[in-house]
């Protein structure tokens, strides 16, 4: 049996690990709005920052939200392309889908 020292210790790492998921989602969000928008206004392409941080959300890894959100987006059929600091390139351009596509083949 966990002694309940162990089960509040154990009851933190999950609620930590639900609100880096949150955080994920939110930043995941982010990026389709803003991915949408650019499209609306007749662009290609935009580059995406990780924030370091999120008000109201704990801390998380960075570069684990950034390798989430790349592979996301390339699930979705974009291209999608990690920059120098951690900048991310995503492009819907016809001609970068083509290319993604083929490569999938």
Known sequence: MLSQDLKNVMNFQKQRK?????????????????????????????????????FGYSTYDKEQIINYIVDKIKEEGFLCELKPNGRIYISWDIKDIETVQKSKK
């Open 18 to 54: 639900q609100r880096e998921i949150e955080a994920r989602k939110k930043i995941f969000q982010t990026v389709k709005n803003k991915i949408n928008n650019y499209a609306r206004l007749g662009h290609t392409y935009c580059t995406m920052d990780v924030p370091p941080f999120l």
